[in-house]
């Protein structure tokens, strides 16, 4: 034991490990302060808070659940973007190879089933909001950051589900984005599309709809894979990321966790 | 023996289901989370329910048989009175449902969906579900227990007290994150991601189906057109979700689990939450095959299976089968009743707000009142037009196809 904890000094008493982390162990009131101000990803944090807001039986971790799992998918992700090409020529073959070639290949599993998880976790997480009334004043926009950042992690989903190429990618993809075709005024066969005309020329048709905006033509083909896979691998997960910086802040400037007036 | 077979059908369609589970779902709640007086009064309205269902049950048969099981069930559920909330029970109620679960797999045609690997998910996502709302109503329960005897909630008794991040919440969050770390590695291993044959666009799976988390829009798509399910209604449910906050005014319940401090909204929230979305998507992913046909859980999924395309508008109910006359040119015409009813229905807020819920109106003030009442119409015209489609087949309210509007 006397070795092990020599050894421990030896290495925090270093001068690469000083370089790193500051402070040391902190295990002073005042290193425990300065370990959190002095780290990037720390700060995130107040040097202090709630210990009814620690507990999980209070938020059930889901928050950070969900942030864990957005970062699972940011790495998986990466890792798949090295493999994969978003054309109908390669986007399956890709895939295939993957999962034939790739040694301890579990990349793709583990981004297919962190997505899911997280859309769960994300539920879990407004449930537990709504529960404890945390959109309650002063949070109520943080709430509403939250419902966009919900929104976002759907289509994440969505757009990544195309990606494979596959019968059950295509056809999915067909069902989720016919409904598109029926927005009231800008969808081919929406309501009220019909009466906007110039003379006798429709002006919304199979060509120019909601849908075809979203897919990028008339049917799912190459437009809609690379579409969403720009959509899926940068803009919305810089969106995302960009508004879950916001949540947070918001979580520690509205007075952190909630708790009991 | 016809009595029984019929009973058990008309109990496995799905609005019926569907309707056992949302009144069985109040009652529980409801029942459950209240003491004293209020109890004895939500348990009556229960049973007025209940009788109902039974006597309008002898002209309109299904709600006969709905009204047996909806008995069945409340006796076996009103006898747990707050007990539902104990450690123990609830731990029973969870091993009840796995052994349940674990007996079901036995069954080919149950597996086969049910260990579908894209369908794994959802089934946690039930058990998740079920857990977590005991968590946060016994939860509730507790703090409404103590609130009602003079004291605080549990919240309160550690909420002023401030610990050091370090180390009391990074090692909690280590701890989370080395857990699921390791169910993420052990799913992965164990479960393979599903890849079918390379795209085919002239060939369609039967049944196709949105992505998991849609199915309960899709699900909607029985019951109202694209135009409503697939985009107003999904709208409405966002615009909804970022309205609560400046909608409910009640600055009770802030920070710590409560129910009956907060009853109409938690009531409001579950049902949506629990009953018409997460209730919708286990439907379309468990309980819809090939056609998008209904099958019980342990029903082989026949592509071939034939269900008897019966609906009917409501303009047919009342021009043909009600005055005996042929339906109207003129689309205004043929369709003014079902255009009134739905006007009826929209104004319904305007007209309550005169009377019986002049309280609400005057508490919230009218903006919110409005917001508020409009969302939850919407909200409810889901379930409406369920119990409206399984009771007399009706397809649609107003149906104009000369400009795509049907309702
Ligand atoms: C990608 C999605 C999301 C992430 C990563 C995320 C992350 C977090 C985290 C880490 C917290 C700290 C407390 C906790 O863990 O419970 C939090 C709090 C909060 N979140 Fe989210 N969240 C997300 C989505 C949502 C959604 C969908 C809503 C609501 C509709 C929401 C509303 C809130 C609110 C109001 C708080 C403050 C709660 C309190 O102070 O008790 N968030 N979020």
């Known amino acids: 034991m006397a070795n092990l904890k020599s050894v421990q000094e030896g290495i925090v008493n270093s001068q690469i490990w000083k370089s790193v982390f500051r402070v040391g162990i902190p295990n002073t009131n005042r290193k425990r302060v300065l370990a959190v101000l002095g780290s990037l990803i720390l700060h995130l944090h107040p040097v202090k808070v709630r210990r009814s807001g620690v507990r999980m039986s209070y938020t059930w971790c889901m928050g950070g659940t969900s942030f864990f799992l957005f970062l699972v998918e940011t790495v998986t992700g990466l890792l798949l973007m090295f493999y994969y090409r978003p054309t109908i020529e390669y986007a399956f073959t890709d895939i295939l190879d993957l999962r034939e070639q790739a040694p301890f290949g579990i990349m793709r599993e583990m981004h297919r089933w962190g997505a899911h998880a997280m859309v769960i976790a994300v539920w879990l997480h407004m449930f537990r909001v709504f529960m404890t009334g945390s959109y309650k004043p ?124 | 023996m016809t009595f029984l077979k019929d ?63 909806y008995f069945v069930i409340l006796f076996m559920l009103s006898n747990l009175g707050g007990r539902l909330w104990d450690k123990r029970v609830g731990l029973r109620l969870l091993i009840g449902a796995l052994a349940a679960f674990g007996l079901s797999m036995l069954d080919p045609n149950f597996f086969l969906i049910a260990a579908k690997p894209d369908n794994v998910p959802i089934g946690a996502m039930i058990f998740l579900l079920g857990i977590f709302t005991w968590i946060a109503l016994r939860k509730a329960y507790l703090n409404d227990r103590q609130l009602a005897a003079g004291g605080i909630p549990w919240e309160k008794t550690e909420s002023d007290e401030k610990l ?155 021009w043909v089968k009600l005055l005996g006359m042929p339906l109207p040119k003129l689309w205004i015409l043929r369709e003014s009743f079902g255009i009134l009813l739905v006007l009826a229905y929209l104004s319904l807020p305007p007209l309550l707000a005169a009377k019986p819920f002049r309280r609400f109106y005057l508490k919230m003030g009218g903006p919110r009142y409005y917001v508020g009442s409009f969302l939850f119409l919407f909200m409810m015209a889901l379930p409406i037009k369920m119990v409206l489609r399984w009771l007399f087949n009706l397809k649609y309210i107003v149906h104009i196809q000369e400009i795509f509007f049907n309702i």
Request: charged share 15%; with cysteine.
């Open chain 1, 138 to 261: 002063p949070r109520e926009f943080n709430w509403n950051i939250g419902v966009i950042l919900l929104v976002l992690t759907l289509l994440l989903s969505f757009t990544g589900y195309l990606l494979p190429w596959d019968q059950l990618a295509i056809w999915a993809i067909t069902v989720g984005s016919n409904m598109a075709r029926a927005t009231p005024g800008a969808g081919n066969e929406g309501p009220m599309s019909g009466l906007i005309k110039l003379g006798d020329i429709r002006l919304i048709h199979a060509g120019d709809d909601a849908r075809f905006a979203l897919i990028g033509g008339r049917s799912i083909g190459p437009s809609t894979l690379l579409r969403f896979y720009v959509l899926h691998c940068m803009v919305i997960p810089l969106a995302a990321g960009f508004l879950m910086a916001i949540h947070f802040w918001r979580v520690r400037k509205d007075g952190g966790i909630s708790g009991p007036l």
């Open chain 2, 164 to 318: 050091f991040t370090w180390p009391d919440l990074v090692y909690t969050e280590m701890l989370c994150m080395i857990l699921l770390t390791i169910v993420m590695i052990v799913w992965s291993i164990a479960l393979r991601a599903p890849l079918e044959e390379a795209a085919n666009p002239t060939s369609s799976p039967n049944p196709a189906k949105a992505p998991w988390y849609f199915l309960g829009l899709q699900e909607m798509l029985v019951y109202f057109d694209p135009w409503l399910a697939g985009v107003v209604l999904p709208t409405l449910i966002i615009v909804g979700l970022m309205a609560i906050p400046y909608i409910d005014t009640n600055p009770k319940g802030n920070g710590y689990y409560s129910f009956r401090e907060r009853k109409w909204e938690i009531g409001v929230f579950l049902y949506g939450f629990l009953v018409l979305w997460s209730f919708l998507i286990i439907t379309g992913t468990f309980l819809r095959g090939p056609n998008w046909n209904f099958f019980g859980p342990f029903e082989y999924w026949d592509p071939n299976k034939l269900v008897p395309l019966v609906n009917v508008d409501l303009s047919e109910i009342i």
């Open chain 2, 7 to 69: 009973f058990i059908n008309t109990l496995s369609a799905a609005s019926t289901s569907f309707l056992l589970l949302t009144s069985v779902f109040a009652f529980v709640v409801f029942f459950n989370l209240l003491e004293g007086k209020i109890r004895s009064k939500v348990g009556a309205i229960f049973i007025a329910f209940g009788t109902l269902f039974v006597v309008v049950g002898f002209a309109v048969r299904p709600l006969l048989y709905l009204g047996i099981a």
